[in-house]
């Protein structure tokens, strides 16, 4: 589950520095906001890939997933991002966690040893 979920987690850190570059370019937003609030993003996305294996490391993962979308109110293309990333991200911890069962079901069989 965890190469699933840094894998969306990495790509999310480039679509939200590319969001920022977008979002520069309105005039009512200061840089520093933008980049303030960019750099959290993007820093929260590479720390989650290390917390994935702690048990509140996927509920960050939702909420950076939830602030995404949200997003949109800045930069509207933000929204089907957010949304296909919120997808990728409930993919990635569901068919995640079925790889990890599987493999520590093959894992079991193996140790068991050929008479199982």
Not at 48 to 60: E, I, K, Y
Not at 87 to 96: E, N, Q, R
């Amino acid at each position: 589950m965890r190469t699933l979920c840094a894998s969306t987690l990495i790509g999310e850190f480039f679509v939200i520095g590319f969001a920022g570059l977008v979002a520069m370019k309105d005039p009512e937003l200061s840089m520093g906001l933008v980049w303030t609030v960019c750099a959290v993003g993007m820093v929260l996305s590479v720390l989650l890939c290390g917390m994935l294996s702690r048990p509140f490391g996927v509920q960050l993962g939702w909420a950076l997933q939830i602030g995404l979308v949200l997003s949109g109110l800045v930069v509207p293309m933000m929204f089907p991002l957010g949304l296909c990333f919120a997808g990728l991200w409930w993919a990635s911890v569901h068919y995640g966690r079925k790889i990890d069962e599987t493999k520590a079901r093959w894992a079991a069989q193996a140790e068991a040893g050929p008479q199982a």
